[in-house]
């Protein structure tokens, strides 16, 4: 019973091309002829030939749509073949069979045309007036350009000049575009930064994407961190980095070192700054400061018992001891110095006031002393 419901139901199929017949499944959308081995598609139950040309040797084989699909025949089909003769140069496949070789072509000297239909007027381009030709002259290659002609504005020539591509529509550019000179490349931008070490005081060239490095001179480790202090803390903090004292934080008996110092909360401790030190908020620095930079703002006093060297200063609050800049110091009207000036040029604006000796020294100096370290041989 399982047997007869799961038996595959065939339908036999006539080659259309030799008209032998073979069973196939039901299903079958094409197949190949058992016997001749055409390729024919099936429709409806229908075997029928693919339609378009096909050339068997030197025969031409179409279908015929007036008798119907199944009855192809043969076209331009001579009745009786003729032996080439033996010079021909075209081989049947009779010949093909008796291992006959084709000879070489013969070379045909086609006689040149006195006049003709130029190609310009056979194509609608021109007349011909325009184009006039003479018997046995031709007039292709007499408008060619040379070489240099045709590689004056080639990619080839843009390249060898190394020069870049000057855009005559400044209107198609978009609007931050840029000339190729006066784009800043990334080689141009400092790829290293100088760090001076906590205990030898040493500078030394460090790349701007580490994390932390170590003195050359004296081993220490130097870290490179930022951070920004938010609430109260009373301990030591020694980093390389930026330190950001916000509003609500403050720093108290303690001692830290940093690179660029920036305060906007209480500050009273030791201060070791290497980069630029700026005061939004009164406090006091122990301590010899040695900045880049300081800035005092407005309504801020700032005190420095031990005093303060920087290689620029500008006082726009109150500043409460000895300064010592190797630049340039500029007080403004509402800033004032309550200690000695010593600066290579002092710059005081209208109101602007100084309680103490003023003394300008063009030899004035700020390097820190080479401390001893643990490989003097390194450094001198």
């Known amino acids: 019973m399982f047997r007869k419901l799961n038996k595959i139901k065939r339908i036999t199929l006539t080659c259309p091309s030799c008209g032998e017949e073979q069973e196939e499944p039901a299903l079958v959308i094409s197949s190949f ?13 229908k075997a029928i030939p693919n339609p378009g040309l096909r050339v068997s040797g030197l025969a031409e084989v179409r279908v015929d749509e007036e008798k119907g699909l199944e009855a192809p025949f043969v076209w331009n089909e001579p009745e009786e073949t003729e032996e080439p003769p033996e010079d021909a ?6 010949d093909k069979d008796r291992k006959a070789k084709p000879l070489p072509r013969p070379e045909e000297d086609f006689p040149e045309e006195a006049g003709g239909i130029s190609a310009g007027a056979f194509f609608g381009l021109a007349t011909e007036e325009e184009e006039p030709e003479t018997a046995g002259t031709s ?11 045709l590689a004056e504005g080639s990619m080839a020539a843009l390249i060898q000049s190394q020069s870049p591509a000057i855009h005559g529509d400044a209107e198609k550019m978009p609007p931050n575009y840029q000339p190729q000179e006066k784009r800043r490349r990334a080689s141009d931008a400092a790829t290293e930064l100088e760090v001076r070490c906590f205990r030898c005081y040493h500078i030394q060239q460090v790349s701007r994407f580490a994390k932390s490095t170590q003195c050359e001179r004296c081993s220490v480790y130097i870290s490179l961190a930022n951070y920004e202090i938010k609430t109260q803390k009373n301990h030591t903090l020694r980093t390389r980095g930026d330190i950001v004292i916000g509003r609500r934080g403050g720093l108290r008996k303690c001692e830290i070192a940093c690179h660029h110092l920036t ?6 401790a030791f ?6 030190a700026v005061f939004r908020h009164s406090g006091v ?6 900045c880049r930079k300081l800035l005092i703002e407005k309504n801020c006093v700032v005190e420095f018992p031990d005093g ?18 190797s630049g340039q110091v500029r007080i403004n009207r ?9 600066a290579v040029e002092i710059d005081l604006k209208d109101g602007a006031t100084i309680s103490g000796q003023a003394r300008i020294d063009p030899d004035t100096s700020t390097d820190l002393p080479m401390k001893v370290g643990f490989n003097p041989s390194v450094i001198g």
């Open 263 to 268: 305060v906007n909360g209480v500050i009273d």
């Open 271 to 276: 201060v070791d700054c290497s980069g630029d």
């Open 308 to 325: 303060v060297k920087a290689e620029k200063a500008e006082i726009q609050g109150q500043l409460e001891g000895d300064l010592t800049c």
């Open 285 to 290: 620095v122990r301590g010899n400061l040695y």
């Open 89 to 94: 140069w075209v081989i049947s496949a009779e």
């Open 139 to 149: 007039s292709l290659g007499n408008q060619a350009q040379s070489k240099e002609a």
């Open 334 to 342: 509402t800033g004032s110095v309550s200690g000695d000036v010593q």
């Open 33 to 45: 002829c058992k016997s001749c081995g055409e390729h024919f598609r099936v429709l409806k139950g």
